[in-house]
């Protein structure tokens, strides 16, 4: 691929992720229980690393994180939404290989536990208290049923994207 055509394509994915998460940030949560949400702005990061390899989804998790934080969030936003991506992009990055394209929902639910996990992480060292950890076994199961359907999403956005040779 081309740089220019992989650079535009990239600021498209970067843009669509941030829309999407801009997006999520107005929707009450699911539950009532805090930290859970969609994160539909992960199917682009799984499509970003299929499409265009693990470096470039980096990049637009980065850019996606970073710019949400400043159109739709506040510092604490930006802290728990870089610990709990760089969590969850590592994950995408050691589990992809392991699983493949034919199991992105499988990727995206351990992705989901570990974003989950990093967000814990993030939040016992800024209310310097492990008693947070007592939202992990829910924010696990939150994990694994976001993280299936996004994953599923994104299989199957790949899929079309794939027919359509992007």
């Known amino acids: ?19 999407i998460f801009v997006i999520e940030a107005q929707i009450p949560a699911p539950v009532p229980i805090p930290g859970v949400k969609l994160g539909l702005a992960n199917i682009i990061t799984l499509i970003a690393m299929c499409l265009l390899g693990k470096k470039e989804a980096g990049a637009v998790l980065l850019v996606r994180v ?23 992009y590592l994950t995408m990055c050691i589990t992809l290989g392991l699983f493949g394209e034919d199991r992105l929902w499988i990727v995206s639910a351990l992705a989901g536990i570990a ?14 208290t492990p008693g947070v950890f007592a939202y992990a076994p829910i924010l696990a199961a939150s994990g ?17 994207l794939k027919k359509l040779k992007l």
Request: proline share 1%.
């Open 66 to 88: 970073l710019m949400g934080a400043m159109f739709a969030g506040s510092p604490s936003t930006l802290l728990f939404s870089a610990v709990g991506g760089l969590f969850a």
């Open 115 to 128: 974003h989950n996990a990093g967000q814990l992480l993030a939040c016992v060292l800024v209310v310097k």
């Open 1 to 19: 691929m081309a740089k220019t055509r992989k650079l535009a394509l990239m600021a498209l994915l970067t843009a669509i992720a941030l829309t």
């Open 144 to 160: 694994v049923v976001t993280g299936v359907f996004t994953g599923f999403a994104a299989q199957y956005l790949l899929k079309a």
